[in-house]
């Protein structure tokens, strides 16, 4: 097979007249530190001259704009690529001098035949689309990487998007992108698209049949990462389950419950179900039932309440507590206290409904309102005429029992 031309003659000419195994050392000692100067010495600088003087040249305009935002995105800058090629070009070049110098030029060209017959006959259409799929892929690789930072502006433009719906939609876009990319290097390199959707559409309604609760699941987690009905932090109750929600993700809801038990509810079940969330207003109103004695005046109670709540500090001022007589009790006359908190925990409620009944109680000490055990009155009444034992003796012998006597 007749390959390189006349330069490889050269080469032979000039290498292969070398008999001496010292001159053949010397040249090979050359050769490699000649490789080492040219590329790693050398080539470095003059590529970064290079890159200088282009950037002087179209300093402000839109080719500089573009080559910073490659360059940005991309895993090497230009200069590296342009630096590698050469490196590249003298290493190829190198061994095969020290290939000629060595009398080893029958072997390089016969593993070069070997490499070129197995190339198909359309070798440079193959090498067209894989130069195309190359440029696509970089594209891709590029594109992926600023949709990062497109996202996190937005992010940042819009104060209702959270941490976690950034994420969501960083990957959504990046996957998009990667779809779009994968149809376009499939077309280039002539694969049936139209065939291919066809089996696709096939497989997902198979995998829909065999997934419906996974895809319910997915489904409802994308509704409820936007249509936010809670976020990670805020203390919810989803049906019977009440805790702190610590986790959310595209097939289910974690939540910290007070026992430090984590409970995961499949999204497409919290997406059914009530959801209280107490946190999402910033303040929780708490309601206490307090019963004072009958013979105690309610108003003069109610005062008393509303003033040892307020003096409370865990309770906020706006809105203000209030204290309404609720009901009739079966031993008291029942009081409503109603006031709030804000930053809702569990650990705040409790401590605010601790300071409330114990300054409530040592209030209505210091005003002697009793606050009164459960009561039951008893009552009897004498025996009338509307009831008497029969006699027993009247009773065994069949006769009547005597009349009741009358004043």
């Known amino acids: 097979m007749q390959t390189p031309g006349s330069w490889v003659d050269a080469v032979e000419s000039t290498l292969g007249s070398v008999s001496t195994t010292e001159t053949r050392l010397a040249l090979t000692a050359g050769i490699l530190l000649g490789i080492f100067?040219?590329?790693?010495?050398?080539?470095?600088?003059?590529?970064?001259?290079?890159?200088?003087?282009?950037?002087?040249?179209?300093?402000?305009?839109f080719f500089d704009a573009t080559l910073t935002t490659v360059g940005r995105y991309a895993p090497a800058s230009g200069r590296q690529v342009v630096a590698g090629t050469f490196k590249l070009s003298l290493v190829v070049a190198g061994a095969f001098g020290l290939g000629v110098l060595w009398g080893a030029t029958d072997t390089l060209l016969a593993g070069w035949g070997l490499v070129a017959g197995t190339l198909p006959e359309n070798t440079a259409r193959v090498a067209g689309q894989l130069g195309v799929s190359l440029v696509v892929a970089f594209l891709a690789y590029v594109g992926t990487a600023?949709?990062?930072?497109?996202?996190?502006?937005?992010?940042?433009?819009?104060?209702?998007?959270?941490?976690?719906?950034?994420?969501?939609?960083?990957?959504?876009?990046?996957l998009s992108l990667l779809v779009v990319v994968g149809m376009v290097v499939l077309g280039v390199w002539g694969v049936n698209l139209a065939g291919l959707l066809v089996g696709a559409g096939f497989l997902g309604i198979v995998v829909g049949l065999a997934a419906r609760q996974t895809l319910s699941s997915l489904i409802a987690g994308f509704v409820l990462m936007f249509s936010r009905p809670f976020?990670?932090?805020?203390?919810?109750?989803?049906?019977?389950?009440?805790g702190i929600v610590t986790d959310i993700t595209i097939f289910n809801t974690r939540l910290e419950n007070f026992d430090g038990e984590y409970v995961i509810i499949p999204n497409d079940r919290v997406a059914d179900r009530a959801i209280v969330n107490r946190s999402q207003k910033g303040l929780l109103r708490i309601r206490i039932d307090v019963g004072i004695?009958?013979?105690?005046?309610?108003?003069?109670?109610?005062?008393?309440?509303?003033?040892?709540?307020?003096?409370?500090?865990e309770v906020v001022d706006a809105p203000p507590p209030q204290v309404f007589p609720k009901s009739f009790g079966d031993s008291a006359v029942v009081l409503e206290m109603r006031f709030w908190i804000d930053h809702p925990t569990p650990p705040r409620k409790w401590k605010a409904v601790s300071a409330v009944i114990t300054a409530v109680k040592s209030a209505f000490e210091d005003e002697a309102i009793k606050i009164p055990f459960p009561q039951r009155e008893l009552s009897g009444r004498a025996e009338t005429g509307g009831f008497q034992v029969r006699d027993s003796v009247a009773d065994a012998a069949g006769e009547p029992a005597p009349e009741p006597e009358t004043d």
Do not use: N
């Not at 990670?232 to 009440?242: F, K, M, N, R, S």
């Open 293 to 313: 004695d009958y013979e105690a005046d309610p108003d003069h109670a109610r005062s008393v309440a509303l003033d040892a709540i307020g003096d409370c500090k």
């Open 231 to 242: 976020t990670i932090g805020d203390w919810v109750q989803v049906g019977d389950a009440e």
């Open 146 to 174: 600023a949709l990062t930072d497109i996202v996190d502006d937005f992010s940042e433009q819009a104060e209702w998007m959270t941490d976690h719906q950034e994420e969501i939609l960083l990957r959504v876009s990046q």
């Open 37 to 61: 100067v040219v590329g790693w010495v050398l080539l470095p600088r003059v590529v970064a001259a290079l890159d200088r003087s282009l950037r002087d040249r179209v300093d402000g305009g």
